[in-house]
């Protein structure tokens, strides 16, 4: 995935398994935070990111069109600010990837689905709170 630099404006490759890490800018060595928002994700990066992350990860199931959705994103925004460096948030387009919904037996939307260390741990459907979802990320076991 690519980070801009707040500082310089450069571009940094920052591999998966190090979105939830804060780390160093290329070219001006400023710090380079965690990621701090939801990250749209297609099917390759969405595999990448769940079987790597040191961290769990929350994944939106969403459309454009869908009026709920669009609520619960400013959650989902809200969550990831919140636990930037101790989880991470994808967000998946069911109307461009809906083989990945189909694959998770996501039926309708806001779905949400929480992995830890590559496994489903968690589903809910419909619109949750940020704090809610802050509930279902940090209750899991770091050790497990």
Known sequence: ??????????SNRVPA?????????GACRA????????????????????R???????????AVWCGPCRRAAVEVAELARA??????VLKVDTDRYPELAARYGVMGIPHFIVFHRGSVVF??????????MQRWLTSLDPTR
Do not use: N, T
Not at 1 to 10: D, E, I, K, N
Not at 53 to 60: H, N, T
């Open 123 to 132: 589903e809910h459907s419909g619109v949750a709170p940020a704090r809610e």
């Open 31 to 50: 710090p380079l935070p965690p990621v701090a928002e939801p990250i749209d994700v297609d099917p390759q990066s969405f595999e990448e990111i769940v």
């Open 83 to 88: 636990l930037a460096g101790k989880a991470l």
């Open 1 to 10: 995935m690519l980070r801009v630099c707040s500082h310089c404006g450069r």
């Open 52 to 62: 790597v992350a040191k961290v769990p990860v929350l994944v939106d199931f969403w």
């Open 17 to 25: 398994q190090h979105l939830a890490d804060q780390g160093r800018c």
